[in-house]
Each structure stands twice: as C-alpha cells, then as structure tokens.
T-cell receptor, first 119, second 113 residues
Framework: GAVVSQHPSWVICKSGTSVKIECRSLDFQATTMFWYRQFPKQSLMLMAT?????????EQGVEKDKFLINHASLTLSTLTVTSAHPEDSSFYIC???????????????FGPGTRLTVL | AQSVAQPEDQVNVAEGNPLTVKCTYS??????LFWYVQYPNRGLQFLLK??????LVKGSYGFEAEFNKSQTSFHLKKPSALVSDSALYFCAVRPTGFQKLVFGTGTRLLVSP
C-alpha cells in the first residue's frame, strides 16, 4: 500500500494566528514530500518540495517565511501557515514520493487534504 | 514551457457507456504520465501511470489510458462508466529529470444513471 494521511482534515482559525498541518506517509518512507494548494474549481498549485533533513525548495511566488515547512523524519512533513490571513484560506494537499526500484517508477501519493479557513 | 492540457472542463456520459477524458502535454524529452482522481473535499487518488513499454496502461477501478507519442496525448478511458466514477480527474506529467508533477486543470466527469 501507499497511504498518506493529513491532520487536521479541517481547521478554522482567527486572523493573525499560526496553523500547523501534518503530512504522514503511513506505510512507506518518503525522502521527498510536496505541498500543494488548491483553490475552488482549480488545479493544484505546487508550493514547495520538502526533502528530509534539508531545507524545502519553494516555488516562485511562495513566501517561505509565511509557509514554513519542516521534514524532520522519513514519514513526517509539516506545513505551518504563520500569521494567517483570510486570503490564506484554501485546501492544502500534501503528497509523498514513494521510491521505486528505479527513479522512473517513483509515484506521488496524496493525502486527503486540509481545508483551512481563516476568519 | 512544460504544460498539460485537459481541453474539457466537464464530460457527461450515461452509466454503462464508454468514457474518455482527454489529456495532451507539451514537455521535452520522455515524460512520465499520470492520472489521478479527486472526490469532493478529498485528496488525489492515483489511478495509473505510463513510464515506458506498452502504450495501453491499465489502472485502478477499470480505468485505462493510451499513450500516443506522436499526438503527445494520454487519454483516460473506461469501457463502461459507473455513477460512482463521477469525480474530478487530473492528468499530470513528470518531466525527465524532475521530481515535481505538472498538472492539468482537471476535468469533471459526470456519469448519469
């Protein structure tokens, strides 16, 4: 199997507070995890690539000081939205790369997503 | 620039009929191709992928996809649609040498009883 979990599944917070979202690969080790953001009726936008034990690589236009990513173990990556504002409200999805026998067989498996609402 | 196109926002099909969800890509080299499905308020579920070999790839839930290199297409197909197949479908490519996926805009499939 290849199961990825996210916690929490939804969260409501006040403007100015910080929110942490966890992404776990339950039955495999993931040296690389990805964080996406999805707006209503739109595709996924890659925010950053998280590598275990090193700094995340952020996509252009994504504020690394606002979206803090930590990948401290082979099964856990966290995304912290700092000083959240209403415009940060979105559906955040993580994925974990399951390494195949050769790199070409790697597949990303996705978590169920976290809906963040900032009031 | 690397891109994936899903030309149809929505595909409507009656239950029991065959379905096709289209995907074309513009990526250099020999990319790896993927299809994912998303149900409401859920993450993406992996359906199938093409790496190399046979152009017809079989995946989960009876879905299959045909890789056509000359047309740079990777259309998703199923011989007989189910109402439960109604969902949002994403085509994605992983360019050679990259870890990240490039997604299409998604196609909503609506299967009517």
């Amino acid at each position: 199997g290849a199961v990825v979990s996210q916690h929490p599944s939804w969260v409501i917070c006040k403007s100015g507070t910080s929110v942490k979202i966890e992404c776990r690969s339950l039955d495999f080790q993931a040296t690389t995890m990805f964080w996406y953001r999805q707006f209503p009726k739109q595709s996924l936008m890659l925010m950053a690539t998280s590598n275990e034990g090193s700094k995340a690589t952020y996509e252009q236009g994504v504020e690394k000081d606002k979206f803090l990513i930590n990948h401290a173990s082979l099964t856990l990556s966290t995304l912290t939205v700092t000083s959240a504002h209403p415009e940060d409200s979105s559906f955040y999805i993580c994925s974990a790369r399951k390494v195949g026998a050769v790199q070409s067989t790697d597949t990303q498996y996705f978590g169920p997503g976290t809906r963040l609402t900032v009031l | 620039a690397q891109s994936v196109a899903q030309p149809e926002d929505q595909v409507n099909v009656a239950e029991g009929n065959p379905l096709t969800v289209k995907c074309t890509y513009s990526v250099s080299g020999n990319p790896y191709l993927f299809w994912y499905v998303q149900y409401p308020n859920r993450g993406l579920q992996f359906l199938l992928k093409y790496i190399t070999g046979d152009n017809l790839v079989k995946g989960s839930y009876g879905f299959e996809a045909e890789f056509n290199k000359s047309q740079t297409s990777f259309h998703l197909k199923k011989p007989s649609a189910l109402v439960s197949d109604s969902a949002l479908y994403f085509c994605a490519v992983r360019p050679t040498g990259f870890q990240k996926l490039v997604f299409g805009t998604g196609t909503r499939l609506l299967v009517s009883p």
